[in-house]
């Protein structure tokens, strides 16, 4: 049985696509962290124009019309996009689409003008640890102290320009 083909498409904060996303991500903060993504993300509420054209964007993979996986990013200086939220369904996980998201996303701030890309991703989250070590983004912090220890895990990478 093959995988149905995915469709990338770059919505705005509040296409109600992105719902199943903020839920399931809200879920996963509050499991790991004890607190909810409307705690920490708030900044996606109040300024969802932050992660619009010209500066930002937000991408869904969708199967079959639904979301899979996504991600966003915003300004974060003249030079530099950050990421923020990569997600991927859980009844989707270990697929390769994480690593997908992370190729469009790349691609759209490329095409935006920016030369670096700057995210953190939190101690509790090794397998975005993992991802972002095994696409090419540079640890900003020393990765050989204890997770905790360290809180916020900042990465950056060069944008490439293909």
Excluded: C, N
Excluded at 68 to 92: M, N, P, Q, Y
């Amino acid at each position: 049985m093959s995988s149905p083909a995915l469709e990338v498409r770059q919505v705005a904060y509040t296409d109600p696509l992105v719902v199943p996303m903020l839920t399931e991500l809200d879920h996963e903060y509050t499991t790991r962290y004890g607190h909810s993504l409307g705690d920490i993300g708030e900044e996606m509420r109040r300024r969802p124009e932050e992660f619009g054209a010209p500066d930002g964007g937000l991408i869904l993979l969708l199967a079959d019309g639904d979301p899979v996986a996504g991600g966003a990013f915003r300004r974060f200086d003249d030079h530099t996009a950050e990421l923020k939220r990569i997600w991927t369904h859980s009844a989707h996980r270990r697929r390769g689409l994480a690593r997908r998201v992370l190729t469009e996303l790349e691609r759209e701030i490329a095409a935006r003008g920016y030369r670096r890309i700057y995210l953190t991703t939190g101690p509790r989250q090794p397998e975005a640890k993992g991802l972002y070590l095994a696409t090419g983004y540079r640890p900003l912090y020393d990765p050989e102290l204890p997770a905790e220890q360290i809180g916020k895990h900042p990465f950056e990478k060069e944008v490439s320009s293909r």
